[in-house]
């Protein structure tokens, strides 16, 4: 069949299929031309990333029960593609207080959550001080939950701040309790483009600098991408490059998740004239493009649905992504830049959707070790009886996805 199916395709993308399915590692450039595969060859391209998924990670999709928590969304960073930041005078700033930090951490609890996802604005008048303060008091009172916590830009904040080496600032918050961190704050790793979206945002360097630190000190991180805005396919391959050379060197990302970009409620798209994010052909194209690069190297490729939503999501699943992400019960980022597509989807509504593609749906933990395994529909808990699959209020005013930017 894909003997046939490479008779309709470029000769080239051709070529650079079948290397891959051989298990030749995709370079740069031709990661770049694939991002630029339309018709039949990304028909091809999907095929082949599916074909790539299922021989190295199987028909399991993953996914994690988790909560976002953003104790504050003041922030003075100023990144133009950011609808989540407030300056503190603004009506709707906040900054929570850790009574209801905790709250929030003990509601996620009680609907089955392994792990609170935080992060939050650069808040000025914050310090190493106070995010090792709510480190603490979350692990003291929630021993067993696991803290994926602090953007490389609020590491990159409190290690200025704290005075002490990078290496002694990551170890002090993991003796705290932080473990792993969000790779966000990647955007696109490359400074043209960083100055232009964010310029006072940490550089390529920079980010490049923590994330090392926190693999050589066993902390894991994931890795993202945020595309569909200014970005050329040059941007993204180099920056797939990257992250694939860190990971060859240290192990540490857990996962690769590419981030479809919102555009509706930011200066990047009203100001400065952006593309208005991404199409579905290039999440489909990034997904299946990020199983064959990353081949070898990293093993879990994600789809946001926060950005995809849920049907979308699920044709990704089918294009080389094997994990579902988080149920995340607060998000707001996105949604406030203008996300149509929610706040939760319960643990629940994952299995269906999985159970959907003929896939089988296994509950993980934030570092991928398998929980629960749903072979049978009939053994899945009652939603009532688990306490976790209870619909979720809506419409809070907090939280975040692990994805964009922060
Ligand atoms: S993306 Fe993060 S750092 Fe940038 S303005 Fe928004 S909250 Fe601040």
């Keep these: 069949m894909f003997q046939a199916m490479m008779k309709t395709v470029d000769s080239e993308v051709a070529r650079t299929l079948e290397a891959c399915l051989e298990g030749q590692e995709l370079s740069e450039a031709n990661a770049e031309r694939l991002l630029a595969a339309e018709g039949g060859d990304l028909h091809a391209l999907m095929w082949a990333a599916d074909t790539v998924r299922r021989e190295d990670v199987g028909d399991d999709v993953t996914y994690v029960v988790c909560r976002n928590v953003n104790f504050t969304n003041i922030c003075y960073v100023g990144c133009s593609f950011c609808g989540f930041a407030r300056h503190k005078h603004q009506s709707d700033a906040y900054d929570h207080d850790m009574t209801t930090v905790l709250d929030k951490c003990a509601e996620a609890i009680d609907r089955g959550a392994t792990e609170i996802c935080m992060q939050g604005g650069i808040h000025p008048q914050k310090n190493h001080e106070d995010y090792r303060r709510v480190v603490l008091a979350i692990k003291e009172r929630f021993p067993d939950l696991h803290l994926h916590a602090f953007s490389p830009e609020e590491i990159d904040w409190g290690h200025r701040k704290s005075g002490m080496e990078l290496s002694d600032y990551l170890q002090w918050l993991m003796d705290a309790g932080v473990g792993s961190l969000p790779g966000t704050a990647a955007e696109i790793l490359d400074d043209e483009i960083r100055n232009i979206l964010s310029p006072r945002k940490i550089k390529t360097q920079r980010w490049v600098e923590i994330i090392r630190a926190a693999h050589r000190l066993g ?6 991408l945020m595309y569909g805005h200014i970005e050329q396919p040059r941007h993204v391959a180099a920056h797939l490059g990257l992250i694939r050379e860190i990971q060859k060197e240290t192990g540490g990302f857990t996962e690769f998740v590419p981030l479809g970009y919102i555009h509706e409620m930011n200066d990047l798209y009203n100001v400065l004239g952006s593309r208005p994010g991404s199409t579905a052909f290039e999440d489909l194209r990034l997904i299946a493009v990020s199983r064959l690069f990353m081949r070898s190297h990293i093993q879990n490729i994600q789809v946001s649905w926060v950005k995809m939503g849920h049907k979308l999501g699920q044709i990704a699943l089918s294009a080389g992504a094997n994990d579902f992400g988080g149920t995340l019960m607060e998000e707001s980022i996105s949604r406030e830049s203008g996300s149509q597509f929610g706040e939760n989807t319960s643990p629940e ?14 509950e993980r933990s934030t570092l991928y070790r398998p929980l629960r395994r749903f072979d049978d529909p009939a053994l899945d808990p009652a939603p009532a009886a688990s306490g976790q699959d209870a619909s979720l209020d809506q419409g809070s005013p907090e939280g975040s996805p692990l994805s964009v930017a922060l």
Excluded: K, Q
Aim: hydrophobic share 30%.
């Design 219 to 224: 902390l894991p991180t994931t890795s993202t």
């Design 349 to 362: 509504d994952f299995r269906r959707l999985i159970r959907e593609m003929g896939r089988t749906p296994v």
